[in-house]
């Protein structure tokens, strides 16, 4: 038997919340709500939180520098806001944030985003939906620079380091080194995560991107091993595959 799946709504706005907990109703979801900073991170002490919604101000604070410790514990996290500042997202996806919807929004766009997100999320009898392919392909595990990939595991390793690649990160890398020597276009890279009717932005795919390259070292732009082709995509250098 399935157990239910924990979502926790932090917004400090009563209306928001209500809509996002009725977008939620036809789902097998226990939902949790909070106002405050404090009290969010007691309910992620407290809870094994599958999936996170949050404005980005609450009660006692921006939300903001709450991303690290909600990354922390491995909850997925879908930020939302009544205005787009742009600067403010990019913060955001920067800390850690996987998503970002606009408030107010379609309650089938919502759900969808929450769906797709728990369906890819590890769950606690070990699947991942969203790699169950790669997991049952028999691939033996490869190696680029110091890092094994692992898609056993769904992960890469350094010795008994792990680079802690998210499950959409660790699709999207899949899918580069899958192809390597071949430019993918953005939206090639953004259908191969699609679940359901959600697929990430061209502007998520770029930062999960940039998370990648921070995890694995790929820092130097001269040498990237995940290498940007200007105005297409991104091309993973078969050269680093040992």
Same mark, same amino acid.
């Not at 009660?59 to 879908?78: M, T």
């Given at each position: 038997?399935? %157990?239910?799946?924990?979502? %926790?709504?932090? /917004?400090?706005?009563?209306?928001?919340?209500?809509?996002?907990?009725?977008?939620?109703?036809?789902?097998?979801?226990?939902?949790?709500?909070?106002?405050?900073?404090?009290? &969010?991170?007691?309910?992620?002490?407290?809870? &094994?939180?599958?999936?996170?919604?949050?404005?980005?101000? %609450?009660?006692?604070?921006?939300?903001?520098?709450?991303?690290?410790?909600?990354?922390?514990?491995?909850?997925?996290?879908?930020?939302?806001?009544?205005?787009?500042? /742009?600067? @403010?997202?990019?913060?955001?996806?920067?800390?850690?944030?996987?998503?970002?919807?606009?408030?107010?929004?379609?309650?089938?766009?919502?759900?969808?985003?929450?769906?797709?997100?728990?369906?890819?999320? @590890?769950?606690?009898?070990?699947?991942?939906?969203?790699?169950?392919?790669?997991?049952?392909?028999?691939?033996?595990?490869?190696?680029?620079?110091?890092? @094994?990939?692992?898609?056993?595991?769904?992960?890469?390793?350094?010795?008994?380091?792990?680079?802690?690649? &998210?499950?959409? /990160?660790?699709?999207?890398?899949?899918?580069?080194?899958?192809?390597?020597?071949? &430019?993918?276009?953005?939206?090639?890279?953004?259908?191969?995560?699609?679940?359901?009717?959600?697929?990430?932005?061209?502007?998520?795919?770029?930062?999960?991107?940039?998370?990648?390259?921070?995890?694995?070292?790929?820092?130097?732009?001269?040498?990237?091993?995940?290498?940007?082709?200007?105005?297409?995509?991104?091309?993973?250098?078969?050269?680093?595959?040992?």
């Amino acid at each position: 038997m399935q %157990l239910a799946q924990k979502i %926790l709504i932090a /917004e400090k706005d009563k209306s928001i919340r209500n809509s996002i907990r009725q977008s939620l109703e036809q789902g097998p979801y226990i939902v949790y709500e909070s106002v405050s900073v404090k009290r &969010t991170k007691e309910i992620i002490r407290n809870q &094994t939180i599958d999936l996170l919604v949050m404005g980005f101000d %609450l009660k006692d604070g921006s939300s903001i520098d709450l991303i690290p410790y909600i990354k922390n514990h491995h909850i997925s996290l879908i930020m939302i806001d009544q205005t787009i500042n /742009e600067s @403010v997202v990019l913060k955001a996806f920067a800390k850690g944030a996987d998503d970002f919807v606009n408030y107010p929004y379609q309650s089938a766009v919502i759900s969808a985003k929450i769906s797709a997100y728990l369906k890819s999320s @590890v769950q606690k009898n070990g699947s991942v939906s969203l790699l169950d392919g790669a997991q049952q392909s028999g691939k033996s595990p490869r190696k680029f620079m110091q890092w @094994v990939q692992d898609p056993n595991q769904c992960q890469l390793f350094n010795g008994d380091m792990s680079a802690h690649l &998210t499950v959409q /990160e660790y699709c999207l890398l899949d899918t580069l080194i899958n192809h390597a020597g071949t &430019t993918l276009k953005r939206q090639y890279l953004a259908e191969s995560l699609r679940e359901g009717c959600y697929i990430p932005s061209l502007r998520a795919i770029d930062v999960k991107i940039a998370r990648i390259r921070q995890k694995i070292g790929d820092t130097d732009p001269d040498k990237h091993i995940i290498q940007t082709i200007r105005g297409i995509g991104y091309l993973f250098d078969s050269s680093y595959i040992i």
